[in-house]
């Protein structure tokens, strides 16, 4: 069992900012990478920001230079770093990771329940 849990989310005035957490546990050999994607009411689900196991890191282009992805290894914790918010990002905001549990395993995507982030006007 791998679980994932976010936390961080609420309501912030448009110009705010966020931290959002995501804790995997359970029976883990190795993280690969880990993600955030965010689903906005009546929309798809989409990639908001990746980092890899090594500390690549990708952003979607509406939230360059206001996000921030990191990782911590030790703790097999991913955060987002959120700045300069506004009513398009709102959403509810899911933590993915790419989990080895055993060696010879390639990896398996599991996700958390998810965060809501709401950025009033």
């Known amino acids: 069992q791998v679980q994932l849990v976010e936390s961080g989310g609420g309501l912030v005035q448009a110009g705010g900012s966020l931290r959002l957490s995501c804790t995997v546990s359970g029976s883990i050999f190795r993280i690969n990478a880990m993600g955030w994607y965010r689903q906005a009411p009546g929309k798809q689900r989409e990639l908001v920001a990746d980092?890899?196991?090594?500390?690549?890191?990708i952003y979607a282009d509406s939230v360059k230079g206001r996000f921030t992805i990191s990782r911590d290894n030790a703790k097999n914790m991913v955060f987002l770093q959120m700045n300069s918010l506004n009513s398009e990002d709102t959403g509810v905001y899911y933590c993915?990771?790419?989990?080895?549990?055993?060696?010879?395993?390639?990896?398996?995507?599991?996700w958390g329940q998810g965060t809501q982030v709401t950025v009033s006007s």
């Open positions: 993915k990771a790419d989990v080895r549990r055993r060696v010879l395993d390639l990896g398996h995507d599991y």
């Open positions: 980092i890899t196991s090594g500390g690549g890191t």
